[in-house]
């Protein structure tokens, strides 16, 4: 009878675990959905990955709303280049994650030529089936000492 709970409990525990793992796939497909529409300035892309009342914050202070962000790639007054995100968590709260990862980039932003080196939080929020971003911060990885 013990071992019948063990494998009950086992079970249910490796569905729990699995339902997670499904989510943090998602959020995982998202951030890269994400990265890939702002390499190509794709303005429905963003849209839909974003929230309406997003908040995005750029490691030199400025916030925008989905609004400003979207246009801020799409007018090319902020252009990716390149962009590698590397050192990703995920960690998945009901209908929130929250992502961290260090973000390397090479920028053209209003044909100034530029290298960014960040820490990066985003928060997403499930709507639906579909995970969107509502927040992000960003830092600048400190020089090594």
Do not use: C
């Amino acid at each position: 009878m013990k071992a019948f709970f063990s494998l009950l409990a086992l079970t249910a525990f490796s569905q729990l675990a699995f339902a997670q793992s499904k989510d943090e796939q998602a959020v995982a497909a998202a951030v890269s959905k994400l990265r890939t529409a702002m390499l190509a300035a794709d303005k429905p892309a963003l849209e839909a990955l974003t929230g309406p009342t997003l908040t995005y914050g750029h490691s030199n202070g400025r916030i925008e709303t989905q609004a400003q962000f979207v246009d801020y790639l799409v007018s090319g007054k902020g252009d990716f280049v390149t962009m590698d995100l590397s050192d990703q968590s995920i960690l998945i709260t009901g209908p929130t994650a929250i992502v961290r990862h260090t973000l390397s980039a090479d920028t053209n932003d209003g044909g100034k030529a530029g290298h960014v080196n960040l820490y990066v939080m985003m928060v997403w929020s499930k709507s639906g089936k579909h995970w969107k971003l509502i927040g992000r911060q960003a830092v600048k990885v400190p020089p090594a000492s």
